[in-house]
């Protein structure tokens, strides 16, 4: 399925490159795998050294693969692949455990994204010199979270389980916030007569700033309200949406007990709830999360409901589908990345990711001590540490960048975005690796 919606906006020679693409995908994960299995690198991180490979290939000469052939809309990652990454990680989620922290994910997935946008917004602006709104959309699309690298350290690790699910529920949530945040600020640009969208040249490291976006400044800050009150009728009508499909495809699941119909019932409504939710304006990244939350802890619970077979075969049927799809992703990263841009980009890119790092160490800190002094959620110094190590950037904002129109000023933000998302996979897995083996290992 994952194949299929890859190959859905390919070039005209559909049929010669089908024969390419595909082989280079499954051997691209099986060579990956292999490369992994030995050296203990990341399947992940060597699916983007794959990917950059190919793209350097590509632009020596060497096609291996005619790079220029494989155009996937942007709009396909964050509508078609990231939906059921979001799913099946949220049908993992032991709803009582989430209980005892869905404040602080719930807080770091929403208020923690618009934290990061605006401290990463002010740096960007200050330190970099960027314009107003340049900055503060660089910065909402990098706010997202990735849990895949965190969830492969935590399989060689025992960390704490409501640790664990504390990442990857705020990465699921949070997807959805980065990009609401990251539209409504590209809306405030055509609002306000910007040319956000074309105006900027780079020189050497950077973006050459345009100072007449300055008097759109005030004009941006005044719409702040409407903009929350449109983030809060998108949040929470996708998780309405997602919740109501999910029920209904309930009462349907006790109907059955076939398998195959019942796995086919749950894409339907994986993708039923995205869809639907983006048609009414609402966040189809949000109604995925809940309706994987619902599935895994309501419809398979009991098993006059849905039988341990059905259980079972679901379950490994959207664990492969996640792993495909994630494979997909980071393959995308690395085929899409211009290591040329990214080195003429290079101090930008420094800047912007410990911009970045500092916008998430103000925001997950000051929320996760909050939590813990004013609710009952205890979140120790140690699991504040792991959530800001643990802010790996992914694929997603890649896509938001990617989803711009063409100008000098998307290349350039692409480029950032690859760099940036690069520097996090490589330097933040390090990093917090080294710290779970110290600070869990025993436990």
């Given at each position: 399925?994952?194949?299929?919606?890859?190959?859905?906006?390919?070039?005209?020679?559909?049929?010669?490159?089908?024969?390419?693409?595909?082989?280079?995908?499954?051997?691209?994960?099986?060579?990956?795998?292999?490369?992994?299995?030995?050296?203990?690198?990341?399947?992940?991180?060597?699916?983007?050294?794959?990917?950059?490979?190919?793209?350097?290939?590509?632009?020596?000469?060497?096609?291996?693969?005619?790079?220029?052939?494989?155009?996937?809309?942007?709009?396909?990652?964050?509508?078609?692949?990231?939906?059921?990454?979001?799913?099946?990680?949220m049908m993992r989620v032991d709803y009582q455990e989430f209980k005892k922290i869905r404040i602080s994910?719930?807080?770091?997935?929403?208020?923690?994204?618009?934290?990061?946008?605006?401290?990463?917004?002010?740096?960007?602006?200050?330190?970099?010199?960027?314009?107003?709104?340049?900055?503060?959309?660089?910065?909402?699309?990098?706010?997202?979270?990735?849990?895949?690298?965190?969830?492969?350290?935590?399989?060689?690790?025992?960390?704490?389980?409501?640790?664990?699910?504390?990442?990857?529920?705020?990465?699921?949530?949070?997807?959805?916030?980065?990009?609401?945040?990251?539209?409504?600020?590209?809306?405030?640009?055509?609002?306000?007569?910007?040319?956000?969208?074309?105006?900027?040249?780079?020189?050497?490291?950077?973006?050459?700033?345009?100072?007449?976006?300055?008097?759109?400044?005030?004009?941006?800050?005044?719409?702040?309200?409407?903009?929350?009150?449109?983030?809060?009728?998108?949040?929470?009508?996708?998780?309405?949406?997602?919740?109501?499909?999910?029920?209904?495809?309930?009462?349907?699941?006790?109907?059955?007990?076939?398998?195959?119909?019942?796995?086919?019932?749950?894409?339907?409504?994986?993708?039923?709830?995205?869809?639907?939710?983006?048609?009414?304006?609402?966040?189809?990244?949000?109604?995925?999360?809940?309706?994987?939350?619902?599935?895994?802890?309501?419809?398979?619970?009991?098993?006059?409901?849905?039988?341990?077979?059905?259980?079972?075969?679901?379950?490994?049927?959207?664990?492969?589908?996640?792993?495909?799809?994630?494979?997909?992703?980071?393959?995308?990263?690395?085929?899409?990345?211009?290591?040329?841009?990214?080195?003429?980009?290079?101090?930008?890119?420094?800047?912007?990711?410990?911009?970045?790092?500092?916008?998430?160490?103000?925001?997950?800190?000051?929320?996760?001590?909050?939590?813990?002094?004013?609710?009952?959620?205890?979140?120790?110094?140690?699991?504040?540490?792991?959530?800001?190590?643990?802010?790996?950037?992914?694929?997603?904002?890649?896509?938001?960048?990617?989803?711009?129109?063409?100008?000098?000023?998307?290349?350039?933000?692409?480029?950032?975005?690859?760099?940036?998302?690069?520097?996090?996979?490589?330097?933040?897995?390090?990093?917090?690796?080294?710290?779970?083996?110290?600070?869990?290992?025993?436990?």
């Open positions: 399925m994952i194949i299929i919606i890859l190959l859905a906006t390919l070039g005209s020679d559909l049929a010669s490159t089908l024969e390419i693409i595909i082989p280079v995908f499954l051997m691209a994960i099986f060579a990956a795998a292999l490369f992994s299995s030995r050296t203990n690198i990341p399947y992940t991180i060597v699916l983007v050294g794959i990917g950059i490979a190919l793209s350097i290939s590509n632009f020596v000469g060497l096609k291996i693969i005619h790079l220029e052939d494989f155009r996937i809309d942007p709009k396909l990652i964050i509508d078609f692949i990231i939906p059921p990454l979001i799913f099946e990680a994910a719930m807080l770091l997935a929403t208020i923690g994204v618009a934290i990061s946008t605006l401290v990463g917004g002010l740096l960007l602006m200050y330190v970099a010199g960027l314009p107003f709104l340049v900055a503060f959309a660089f910065s909402a699309l990098i706010a997202p979270t990735d849990a895949v690298m965190v969830i492969e350290i935590f399989k060689k690790v025992k960390v704490p389980s409501l640790l664990a699910n504390l990442l990857e529920s705020e990465a699921s949530f949070n997807d959805a916030t980065g990009v609401i945040a990251f539209s409504s600020i590209v809306a405030l640009a055509l609002g306000t007569g910007s040319t956000i969208l074309g105006s900027f040249s780079t020189i050497g490291a950077g973006f050459i700033p345009d100072n007449s976006t300055s008097s759109s400044i005030g004009s941006a800050v005044s719409s702040v309200l409407f903009e929350a009150e449109l983030f809060a009728i998108e949040f929470f009508g996708g998780a309405g949406i997602g919740l109501a499909i999910a029920a209904a495809s309930h009462r349907l699941h006790t109907l059955m007990n076939d398998p195959f119909s019942e796995i086919a019932l749950t894409v339907a409504t994986v993708f039923g709830a995205t869809i639907l939710s983006n048609s009414l304006g609402l966040s189809g990244l949000v109604a995925a999360a809940t309706a994987g939350l619902y599935f895994g802890n309501v419809t398979i619970r009991k098993e006059t409901d849905v039988s341990a077979r059905v259980r079972t075969s679901a379950f490994s049927f959207w664990e492969t589908i996640a792993f495909f799809s994630s494979s997909a992703i980071f393959l995308y990263l690395g085929v899409t990345m211009d290591i040329v841009s990214v080195g003429q980009n290079i101090l930008l890119i420094v800047i912007a990711f410990v911009s970045v790092l500092i916008a998430r160490a103000v925001s997950s800190y000051a929320i996760l001590t909050a939590t813990t002094k004013l609710t009952k959620e205890n979140i120790p110094m140690s699991w504040r540490h792991v959530a800001m190590l643990g802010s790996m950037r992914g694929a997603i904002s890649v896509a938001l960048a990617a989803s711009l129109p063409e100008s000098e000023f998307r290349n350039t933000m692409l480029s950032i975005t690859f760099g940036v998302v690069l520097s996090s996979l490589i330097i933040q897995y390090v990093l917090l690796s080294k710290y779970v083996q110290r600070k869990f290992v025993e436990q």
